[in-house]
């Protein structure tokens, strides 16, 4: 147990719809990042966050939007959902930016 | 164009056997480099992280290399168990003015065989 917790486990929606997927932190860790894993496909980075204030950002589409709140938990929101959006969405924390980061358990998404 | 290539895409190795993946980049300036262990549909667990200054790194079984010269690093996998079976990710952190950039690898897919 990697000490981060992400909700919900599972997430099955249609397409247009619009989901938000929510990350807590390990205790102490500032830097929360956010990662997409298609099926058999490798880590996307998406976007990062550090103490409030974005940091980093990957191939992340515009409809999707993140923020990470005074409790340093982590919200993904993913908007107007396609099919291609199907996939596990990763959260990880560090206490610091560029330090090893710990992998929640995922979220799997599903759009149909 | 920073870049992380690892080899090979799978490699199929019986139980007790020793392997060797690799991971070669084009990242600068360069951070650090992390090899993860995934398995199947969950979070990647990191096994080691190396900077600039170092060669060799274990965790147990696993044992890291890493050669700044040349932009590559090996993990080798001792006396391979069934539950080594997974696929290994390498991570390369660059970092310019203050903004770190993740390269991720696609990583190696290993079956252990009994």
């Known amino acids: 147990d990697s000490g981060v917790t992400q909700t919900p486990k599972h997430l099955i929606t249609a397409t247009g719809q619009r989901v938000t997927l929510r990350c807590s932190p390990r205790?102490?860790?500032?830097?929360v990042y956010w990662y997409q894993q298609s099926l058999d496909q490798g880590l996307q980075f998406l976007i990062q966050?550090?103490?409030?204030?974005?940091?980093a950002k990957g191939n992340i589409l515009e409809r999707f939007s993140a923020q990470q709140f005074p409790d340093l938990h982590s919200e993904l929101n993913l908007s107007s959902l396609e099919l291609g959006d199907s996939a596990l969405y990763f959260c990880?924390?560090?206490?610091?930016?560029?330090?090893?980061?710990?992998f929640g358990p995922g979220t799997r998404l599903t759009v149909t | 164009k920073n870049q992380v290539e690892q080899s090979p895409q799978s490699l199929i190795i019986l139980e007790g056997k020793n392997c060797t993946l690799q991971?070669?980049?084009?990242?600068?300036?360069?951070?650090?480099l992390r090899w993860y262990k995934q398995d199947t549909g969950r979070g990647p667990v990191s096994l080691t992280i190396?900077?600039?200054?170092?060669n060799t790194k274990s965790n147990g079984r696993y044992t890291a290399t890493l050669d700044a010269d040349t932009k590559q690093s090996s993990l080798h996998i001792t006396a391979s168990q069934l539950s080594d079976s997974a696929s290994y990710i390498c991570?390369?952190?660059?970092?310019?003015?203050?903004?770190?950039?993740?390269?991720f690898g696609t990583g190696t897919r290993l079956k252990v065989l009994a």
């Open positions: 990880a924390s560090s206490p610091n930016e560029g330090y090893e980061q710990y």
């Open positions: 966050y550090y103490n409030g204030e974005e940091r």
């Open positions: 205790s102490g860790d500032l830097s």
């Open positions: 190396m900077t600039f200054s170092e």
């Open positions: 991971c070669n980049y084009t990242v600068s300036p360069f951070s650090n």
């Open positions: 991570v390369v952190t660059g970092i310019r003015s203050g903004t770190y950039k993740y390269i």
